[in-house]
C-alpha cells in the first residue's frame, strides 16, 4: 500500500519560509521520481518542482523564481521543499506525488499525498 504523507504546511506572513517534507511509504522503487504540486482555488494543479530518480532538479521558474528548492532523503524516504520569500499568489494546497518513471503530465504522476495547505 503506497502512501505519501506531508507535512510543514500552514499560515506564514508574507517574506516568510516554510519547509515542506513528504514521507513515502510503500513504493517498490528504492529512488522514484517525486514532485511537488500546488493547486489554489479555482486553478489548475500546477507543477513546483520535481527530483528524478538520479536527482536531476527541475524548478519552475513561473512558481518559484528561484524561491523554492528540492531535495530528497533517500534513506528517510522523504522529498523536501524548502520555500523561502513566500507570496501571498503561493497560498495553495501543496501536494507530494511519486512515479517510477518521471511523466511529463502532472496528473500521470501515479501516487499522490492528501495534500498540506500553506497560506500566505
Known amino acids: 500500500h503506497v502512501q505519501l504523507v506531508e507535512s510543514g504546511g500552514g499560515s506564514v506572513q508574507a517574506g516568510g519560509s516554510l519547509r515542506l517534507s513528504c514521507a513515502a511509504s510503500?513504493?517498490?522503487?528504492?529512488?522514484?521520481?517525486m514532485g511537488w504540486f500546488r493547486q489554489a482555488p479555482g486553478k489548475e494543479r500546477e507543477e513546483v518542482a520535481r527530483?528524478?530518480?538520479?536527482?536531476?532538479?527541475?524548478r519552475y521558474a513561473d512558481t518559484d523564481k528561484g524561491r523554492f528548492s528540492i531535495s530528497r532523503d533517500n534513506a528517510r524516504h522523504t522529498v523536501y521543499l524548502q520555500m523561502n520569500s513566500l507570496k501571498p499568489e503561493d497560498t495553495a494546497m501543496y501536494y507530494c506525488?511519486?512515479?517510477?518513471?518521471?511523466?511529463?503530465?502532472?496528473?500521470?504522476?501515479?501516487?499522490w499525498g492528501q495534500g498540506t495547505q500553506v497560506t500566505v
Open positions: 506525488a511519486a512515479d517510477g518513471g518521471c511523466p511529463r503530465r502532472v496528473l500521470d504522476f501515479a501516487y
Open positions: 510503500g513504493i517498490l522503487y528504492s529512488r522514484p521520481c
Open positions: 527530483i528524478s530518480s538520479g536527482n536531476v532538479i527541475t
